[in-house]
């Protein structure tokens, strides 16, 4: 009896380590881990205990033959948060996340006792727990809008506790190192509804949200969406707008216009109404860098400068650069325009459109690939002929002028990983003013934009684009002089980019960029048999531009931040050209010419390189107030030739060669920066200092416009600006808006070794666009939800001169003295405009949503000069002043949104 009751207990027990042992044969085809786990059990004798809403709808797939069931769960739950425990009796207890210790307390391979974290209900598991654990792990994850699934920048990720935060790039990814342990974030952006989490970190993980948007953002005037960015962000003099934002400005016509809106920003100014280009802290227009989606734009303006070429209805924002700006761009010296637009919606169908007394405007979203892809699309046109008939000139009266640009963006992300973005722009202008000719200038702009994303650590894009930018002259008249003029420069670049997030400490952005220009400095060709014209082709030019970069953005602590860049850029003047070498210490002209000397095609006959740097530091006093400090170097290979008083469509680009040297800048800024009342005022106070070399002027009387020996025409001297800038801001309330105030000064020497090189003397004397004063005042107050005033104030210093002195006769001809260049101001600019904005009722389901704007331009009736001339009249010198809007202009614009 006691050797059967022996055999018996024998028998029991190899069965039960057998069973603990049983190697299993199973195979999975697609199913969920649910279906996974009840095969098992289905076909073994393992019981499973868990909670089904830990287990996501992944499908699984695999064959095992033999295999240990640890193996098996590990190929099931490997990737999520799922841990698993097994009892001798073939239990298989699953946790979320946790481990099943067999104490309360259980030493770890440090020999540090760690107890068990006890979850709440509501609490979100990041990564499975282990034995070994780190002090911290990474959180990542992708934050979208939850009305349209874009993907969202510059929205902060907080733990307030720990004083640990970031904000998300422009994908809408972020990346956050938390403790080991229990964590508490929150999420919040302009215009969206807060969100917040409970989190127990075990390990690295994901985390994605998505934010709900919130009716007031209908109605914020807001530059910047990122809370308390201004006083955190180390680099100063960096400037964001959204689109969305801008509607309540007044602005001429009607047209909602990004680029009105930055100019009223301190340090951002337009040498006045009727000019293209701006001048950023005292630079020259030539020395913006304007990208549209990385792609160069050339001409940023439609209508003489009067409207931007940036459709306000395809554009997210526009962050411009007007300090420290960063390694990856080069090729100016004075600020960066970073233009982005919207990414089309891959959920629904959406459309936006207005109609207004100058311009008519549509966009439209559409999904291509339901949450994979999307088109965006959109064009604008003008009817603006009649506009010309009211402006203070009656030889306008015959005039005409229209504008159209399109753009059409695709959008697709083929995984987490992966998106591709590929854009094209094309805008045209035409114009006949008070002549026979009629002007044109377009734009055009390719871009392909790969991001794919390494690992936690590590992504990047690799971007390519093409710009061309060109205009003409067809001109039809008496004399038999007609005649077609031509200009093109055209720019294709490449560019890669990388990001590496080595620690809290550094975050690296390092890569290449190349550019290749192609410039045909202008044709004329005679216009029919009779045309009398000489036909003249200046020899086209090409260059090469290089640059490699790298930037570390350094948290000493958490009061100091560095930020360092380097970019090393190299130039190369490129055949087949002409190449004119005169003789050392003549002046330049045809009497000191020794030689042309022609280059063949891609032969290199002069390179130019330098190193620069941009260095700045932000010091945080307490969590609302910081000082900022910054230096950088540039330089700009690729010049803007204008002996107007103010920039033209229809001035010409030159690169540097032999004779033309590249501009350098050098920029000094300190500033203090503070956030009050909860961050809803902000309050500014920055100065700076900048000093040029080789900066491009002319000589009195220069002819610029298809001229084969431009070099013997222009001068190149040093330069300084310097000034202060005051902002001061309310972001949120029934009242918000900014007021912005600039002191600045912009001076040019020229000084060479002969008379003709010489203006004033040698000494520093003011430049074209140099406005010692402005002031402006953007306000807009609420009434209600759906009704709204708002008002534009600006005032600036007029510009400055060149004056007739006197007048004297030499053999029977009289001439006019002048005096010192720019020795004069025209009248001070300032002007008034105030707007009424009725949205639609704010019902979500109907068609469209709609919003009007009533606005006068002018109110005052303000006779700005546009510019003064001067003409002899019965023998006496008389002075002229022009202007663009003398009296007030009233519109009416209607938007909807659908």
């Known amino acids: 009896m006691k050797r059967a009751l022996l055999s018996l207990i024998f028998l029991v027990t190899f069965l039960k380590l057998s069973s603990q042992n049983t190697k299993i044969d199973i195979e999975f085809n697609n199913l969920s881990k649910l279906e996974a786990i009840e095969l098992i059990e289905k076909k073994t004798n393992y019981r499973f205990f868990f909670i089904k809403d830990w287990l996501d709808t992944e499908k699984i797939n695999g064959t095992f033959n033999n295999k240990d069931i640890t193996e098996i769960l590990d190929h099931i739950f490997g990737t999520t948060n799922i841990n698993f425990h097994i009892t001798k009796n073939n239990q298989v207890i699953l946790t979320n996340g946790s481990l099943i210790r067999k104490t309360v307390f259980e030493e770890d391979q440090k020999n540090n006792y760690h107890a068990p974290i006890i979850t709440d209900e509501d609490s979100y598991v990041v990564g499975k727990e282990k034995q070994e654990r780190q002090d911290f792990y990474k959180l990542s994850g992708r934050i979208k809008s939850k009305k349209n699934n874009q993907p969202l920048e510059g929205v902060t990720i907080f733990e307030r506790e720990k004083n640990i935060f970031t904000t998300t790039t422009k994908n809408g990814f972020y990346s956050l190192e938390l403790p080991y342990g229990k964590n508490y974030i929150e999420v919040s952006a302009s215009g969206f509804s807060r969100d917040s989490r409970a989190l127990?970190?075990?390990?690295?993980?994901?985390?994605?949200?998505?934010?709900?948007e919130k009716n007031e953002e209908l109605d914020e005037v807001v530059i910047d969406a990122k809370r308390n960015f201004n006083v955190k962000q180390t680099v100063a003099g960096i400037t964001q707008i959204k689109a969305k934002d801008i509607k309540t400005i007044p602005q001429v016509l009607g047209e909602r216009d990004i680029l009105k809106a930055v100019v009223t920003l301190p340090g951002i100014k337009s040498a006045g109404e009727g000019s293209e280009g701006v001048n950023v802290r005292g630079g020259k227009v030539d020395q913006n860098l304007f990208l549209l989606d990385e792609g160069v734009m050339y001409n940023p303006t439609h209508f003489l400068g009067l409207?931007?070429?940036?459709?306000?209805?395809?554009?997210?924002d526009l962050n411009v650069y007007k300090g420290n700006t960063p390694a990856e761009y080069g090729g100016r010296i004075s600020s960066v325009f970073d233009i982005n637009t919207k990414d089309a919606s891959t959920e629904k169908f959406k459309g936006e459109a207005s109609i207004g007394p100058v311009t008519g405007n549509l966009s439209l979203e559409v999904p291509i690939i339901k949450d994979k892809s999307g088109l965006l699309v959109g064009a604008r046109s003008t009817y603006s002929d009649w506009i010309l008939n009211i402006l203070d000139?009656?030889?306008?009266?015959?005039?005409?002028?229209?504008?159209?640009?399109?753009?059409?963006?695709?959008?697709?992300?083929?995984?987490?990983?992966?998106?591709?973005?590929?854009t094209g722009y094309y805008s045209n202008d035409e114009f006949q003013i008070?002549?026979?000719?009629?002007?044109?200038?377009?734009n055009t702009i390719v871009t392909a934009n790969w991001f794919h994303k390494f690992n936690d650590k590590n992504k990047g894009n690799l971007i390519l684009s093409n710009s061309n930018y060109e205009f003409g002259i067809d001109f039809e008249g008496n004399q038999n002089r007609n005649f077609d003029l031509n200009y093109n420069i055209n720019e294709t670049g490449l560019k890669l980019k990388l990001q590496y997030l080595h620690s809290k400490k550094h975050q690296f952005v390092y890569g290449l960029e190349s550019k290749l220009y192609n410039v045909s400095p202008g044709s004329i060709n005679p216009k029919g048999q009779n045309s009398v014209v000489t036909p003249l082709n200046i020899p086209k030019e090409k260059g090469i531009e290089n640059g490699i970069f790298i930037s570390d953005a350094f948290k000493v602590n958490d009061k100091l931040a560095i930020d360092l860049g380097l970019r090393f850029s190299q130039y190369v003047s490129l055949g087949p050209t002409s190449q004119r070498i005169y003789q050392d210490n003549l002046p330049r002209n045809q009497s000191s010419l020794l030689n042309t000397v022609e280059r063949d095609n891609f032969e290199i006959f002069n390179t130019y390189q330098g190193l620069s740097y941009r260095l700045s530091a932000r010091y945080l006093l307490n969590d609302d107030l910081s000082v900022k400090a910054g230096v950088n170097k540039l330089f700009q290979y690729i010049h803007r030739l204008s002996n107007n008083t103010t920039a033209s469509p229809l001035d010409t680009w030159r690169l540097s060669d032999h004779n033309i040297k590249p501009q350098e800048g050098t920029q000094f800024s300190l500033g203090v920066f503070q956030n009050f009342d909860n961050s809803n005022y902000e309050l500014s106070v920055e100065g700076y200092y900048k000093k040029y070399e080789n900066l491009l002027d002319f000589k009195t009387g220069a002819n610029l416009l298809l001229n084969e020996t431009i070099e013997t025409e222009v001068l190149q001297g040093p330069g300084k600006s310097y000034g202060v800038e005051f902002l001061i801001r309310k972001k949120a309330g029934r009242l918000n808006g900014w007021l912005g105030y600039t002191y600045a000064r912009s001076l040019i020497q020229l000084d060479g070794n002969f008379n003709e090189e010489i203006v004033n003397n040698g000494k520093f004397f003011p430049t074209n666009y140099d406005k010692p004063h402005s002031l402006d005042i953007i306000m807009n107050y609420k009434l209600t939800e759906r009704y709204s005033i708002s008002s534009n104030f600006s005032y600036q210093t007029g510009r400055p001169i060149t004056y007739p002195t006197g007048k004297f006769i030499f053999q029977g001809s009289e001439f006019l003295n002048y005096s010192n260049r720019?020795?004069?101001r025209i009248?001070?600019?300032?002007?008034?405009?105030?707007?009424?904005?009725?949205?639609?009722?704010?019902?979500?389901?109907?068609?469209?949503?709609?919003?009007?704007n009533i606005s006068v331009y002018n109110v005052l009736g303000r006779n700005n000069p546009y510019s003064i001339f001067f003409e002899t009249v019965n023998g006496n010198v008389t002075g002229f002043k022009s202007s663009i809007f003398s009296t007030p202009i009233p519109t009416i614009t209607y938007n909807f949104r659908f």
Not at 200 to 212: E, I, M, R
Not at 434 to 442: G, H, T, V, W
Not at 829 to 851: P, Q, V
């Open 393 to 422: 000139d009656k030889k306008l009266a015959n005039s005409s002028a229209s504008f159209q640009d399109a753009i059409l963006k695709y959008n697709h992300e083929f995984d987490k990983n992966n998106t591709l973005k590929i």
């Open 307 to 316: 409207f931007s070429a940036i459709n306000p209805f395809t554009t997210e």
């Open 434 to 442: 008070a002549s026979d000719s009629l002007n044109s200038y377009n």
């Open 827 to 852: 009248p001070d600019y300032y002007r008034l405009d105030i707007g009424i904005n009725i949205e639609g009722n704010h019902k979500i389901k109907k068609f469209a949503h709609s919003f009007w």
């Open 822 to 824: 720019n020795a004069f």
């Open 200 to 212: 127990v970190v075990h390990s690295d993980g994901n985390l994605n949200f998505s934010l709900k």
